[in-house]
């Protein structure tokens, strides 16, 4: 089953969102997952990771100080409060549950498209 992002919507720049996902994979509460985004004519690029307990988590340059990732294994819940919103973070967010993340680095299958859902869309004015 896919994920399911909810949460976008439109901020003026410096507002704050906070999106979810609901990953109903079994194996979810022991695997890495990760936020991405993607702006249409673009590739989609990796926002934020976080390892299968929380403990560990990993960001974007563009993001990092700003995007704070977290995980609710109880509730197969993957979310992402971002703050300090700008013009450049709108794009449509995805998350996937399908990742390798070790070592600062990570890894995901663009083509697994049973990894991705619909996204949700993010909009920031200026």
């Known amino acids: 089953v896919q994920p399911a992002e909810s949460g976008g919507g439109y901020v003026q720049t410096g507002g704050s969102l906070r999106l979810s996902c609901a990953i109903s994979?079994?194996?979810?509460?022991?695997?890495?997952a990760g936020w991405f985004r993607r702006v249409p004519g673009k590739e989609r690029e990796f926002v934020a990771a976080?390892?299968?307990?929380?403990?560990?988590?990993y960001y974007s340059e563009s993001v990092k100080g700003r995007f704070t990732i977290s995980r609710d294994n109880a509730k197969g819940m993957l979310y992402l409060q971002m703050n300090k919103l700008q013009p450049g973070d709108t794009a449509v967010y995805y998350c996937?549950?399908?990742?390798?993340?070790?070592?600062?680095?990570?890894?995901?299958?663009?083509?697994?498209?049973?990894?991705w859902g619909q996204g949700t869309q993010v909009t920031v004015s200026s």
């Open positions: 996937n549950a399908e990742i390798v993340y070790s070592d600062q680095s990570v890894r995901w299958d663009e083509d697994d498209i049973a990894a």
């Open positions: 994979e079994g194996s979810f509460s022991t695997s890495a």
């Open positions: 976080i390892n299968w307990n929380g403990h560990s988590t």
